[in-house]
């Protein structure tokens, strides 16, 4: 029956899959960019109520609970006023999802049934890409095949469930991590797979099958299987643990490393774990997947695994992309610890907050959370981590003893480990690291602190070899502690004049394609004034600069400029700074009619004002700038003739800035 079930099963088509890089075709795009509604889509995670013209509710980036998280319809942007979170619908799919931009449009695109074109491809990334693909769906195939061999078989009841619930994993929970069981048979999940047409190349490739006597067998016969989701949900392979006890055999079987599964870059739970890490910020990390399983079913779900290999720099990245806080669990014996203090200047690199928590009693966290319960696991984690390095350096004193020439190793290593906090805000705990690690090791201080700047220059040094003298610079002025201001009346008018920058920027994108006069819309206005008066080399902000001429590009081609397709723009940096112009920390009281009479104009009624205002400001600082080059040219030696001249300019120029001066209402600085 259950062989039957799968060949009777829906075709591959009708499988929805992710993958990565994909270029996505421009209409594509658009179409979806049309069909978005941010109130639908954040309130498929968020319950919203109305508010005036916006709606309300609590963050799901932070634990509040009292609302300050604000979704604007006719701005299509979302503003926590708690935490400071902010974004456009595709933004909140990336942060609260985890998902790529590709992967965030796939989403839509599946939500709003709007067919994906993708452009050209090379035909070696067509092929890697159909392999990937092919991978996804066997592997979504054969999760389901080992789930209901699970459930519904009676090898899989009498002996898998029954394993599981001695260990004592609910139902529940089972099934929310999609665990399976393979039968203790040669070929059974073989001759499923291969009449359902799956090819035998792919199959072999997954690593669920492998050829014995030129014929196929199951590799994870008579195990437990535990899927392996990457981080938007998708089975990218598998990890399968023995039940019968087997000395020859590998208590562990994982997915050999292909196109979707790559050991070093996945941290197993991370799919089930995102939400709870960025609420506590902070993410635990252990190494089996029955730990991650039993913490969860202990209702702490801030849980990943590394899987038992030692912490890789992408894995580090992964939890960095939700929390800079992480916790290691491992257990207590000599071999926990040194796998603990594996990857640690990785992870200080990465700029981590690392803190180790050692189980006792030769425990593991599945079996001790089993021991002392949930409450009492929680309690025991906070009040037992400790700090990483200062952990580092107890025991390699403690392996030192009173051997000087160890003492001295130690004494570097540490050294080396504190060098690598090089990050500017990193300063003040680097600091304190040197005061207290210098202490531990009775030690002069200062001469602790010189050594860890000497691990620095050698670092940098190795740098300016190895990239350049040009990036080992940058490299150097990054990792500096120090920031020059300019002098504040300078820094004030900085300040200023990148606010006005930025309302213009802010103008053209609202009101560009609206009438300024009979002959001429707002954007019309603002590129005349802009090559008429050379306004353009006064944008300081290249991001603003290039926001104007992505404008005026899609202005000139007839294509719509308006704010949504910035909101929206491939250009992640380019789409923050839309959000930033279109974001507002105040909105008109619904209650204002009440108390005063009469209409009460809005930007969209003043907007010609709000124009002119910003664009005149930029002709002021167009004027100011001419004066003082003119002011510095009549300081040098001149014919009499030229010396006029130079006053004439000066007086007209004057003249130009006290009319601008008047008509935006403003005072002179000088």
């Not at 669990?329 to 796998?339: E, F, H």
């Not at 920031?483 to 820094?491: G, R, Y």
């Not at 009281?589 to 709000?610: A, C, F, M, Q, T």
Request: glycine fraction near 6%.
């Amino acid at each position: 029956m259950l062989k039957k079930k799968f060949l009777d099963s829906p075709g591959l088509a009708n499988l929805w899959y992710l993958i990565e890089p994909v270029l996505i075709s421009q209409i594509t795009i658009q179409q979806i960019l049309s069909r978005i509604d941010i109130i639908d889509i954040v309130g498929g995670f968020v319950k919203l109520r109305k508010r005036g013209s916006n709606y309300l509710g609590l963050c799901p980036f932070h634990n509040e609970k009292t609302p300050s998280f604000t979704v604007s319809p006719s701005k299509e942007i979302y503003k926590c006023f708690g935490c400071g979170r902010s974004g456009n619908a595709i933004g909140f799919l990336m942060e609260h999802e985890k998902y790529s931009y590709v992967e965030a449009l796939r989403w839509l695109a599946s939500k709003y049934d709007v067919p994906i074109e993708e452009t050209e491809t090379s035909p070696e990334y067509k092929q890697q890409q159909q392999v990937a693909d092919s991978l996804y769906i066997l592997n979504g195939f054969a999760q389901k095949y080992f789930s209901d061999t699970l459930f519904q078989t009676e090898e899989g009841i009498d002996i898998g469930l029954s394993y599981l619930k001695e260990r004592g994993f609910r139902e529940d929970v089972i099934q929310k991590f999609q665990l399976g069981y393979c039968l203790n048979r040669k070929d059974a999940f073989a001759q499923v797979a291969l009449s359902a047409q799956y090819s035998p190349d792919i199959l072999q490739k997954s690593g669920l099958i492998v050829i014995r006597d030129d014929k196929p067998a199951d590799n994870y016969r008579g195990r437990i299987i535990f899927p392996v989701h990457n981080h938007s949900g998708k089975i990218c392979g598998f990890g399968a643990r023995i039940i019968a006890s087997n000395d020859k055999a590998p208590k562990y079987i994982n997915s050999p490393e292909n196109e979707i599964y790559i050991k070093s870059k996945i941290l197993y739970g991370s799919y089930f774990a995102r939400h709870a890490i960025d609420k506590a910020d902070e993410c635990l990390l252990v190494e089996g997947y029955t730990d991650v399983i039993s913490l969860h079913q202990s209702g702490i779900e801030n849980v990943v695994a590394s899987g038992g290999t030692s912490l890789t720099p992408d894995q580090l990245r992964l939890v960095k992309k939700y929390t800079n806080n992480l916790t290691i669990i491992y257990d207590g014996d000599a071999a926990g610890v040194k796998a603990a203090l594996r990857g640690l200047d990785m992870a200080l690199e990465e700029g981590l907050n690392v803190k180790l928590v050692l189980i006792p009693d030769n425990e593991d966290p599945d079996s001790y959370v089993n021991k002392i319960g949930p409450v009492a696991f929680r309690e025991f984690i906070a009040n037992n981590k400790k700090d990483f390095i200062l952990f580092q350096l107890e025991v390699s004193l403690k392996d030192a003893g009173s051997d000087a020439n160890k003492k001295s190793g130690v004494v570097n290593r540490i050294a080396d480990t504190i060098s690598r906090l090089n990050k500017a805000e990193d300063f003040t705990r680097q600091q304190e690291y040197i005061r207290q690690c210098s202490q531990l090791l009775k030690i002069d201080e200062s001469g602790l602190n010189a050594l860890v700047n000497k691990y620095i220059r050698d670092r940098i040094s190795r740098m300016e070899s190895k990239a350049g003298n040009e990036e080992a610079r940058a490299s150097e002025q990054a990792s500096s502690s120090t920031l020059i201001l300019p002098d504040d009346d300078s820094f004030l008018l900085l300040q200023r004049d990148e606010m006005n920058e930025r309302a213009m920027v802010k103008a053209l994108l609202e009101f560009g394609t609206r009438l300024w006069d009979d002959r001429q819309t707002v954007a019309d206005y603002i590129f005349e004034e802009f090559e008429s008066n050379g306004l353009q080399e006064l944008i300081d902000n290249q991001d603003l600069l290039r926001m104007i001429e992505s404008f005026r590009g899609w202005y000139k081609e007839g294509l719509d400029p308006g704010p949504k397709n910035f909101l929206y723009h491939q250009d992640i940096e380019l789409s923050k700074l839309a959000i930033s112009l279109m974001e507002t920390a105040y909105e008109l009281s619904v209650n204002w009619k009440e108390h005063y009479e009469g209409p009460i104009p809005s930007r969209d009624d003043l907007y010609k004002e709000e124009v002119f205002s910003t664009v005149n400001y930029l002709k002021l600082r167009k004027i100011k700038r001419l004066i003082d080059e003119n002011q510095r040219d009549m300081e040098k030696t001149h014919s009499p003739e030229e010396q006029l001249t130079l006053i004439q300019t000066h007086q007209h120029l004057k003249q130009l800035e006290i009319e601008l001066t008047r008509n935006l209402g403003t005072v002179i600085f000088r």
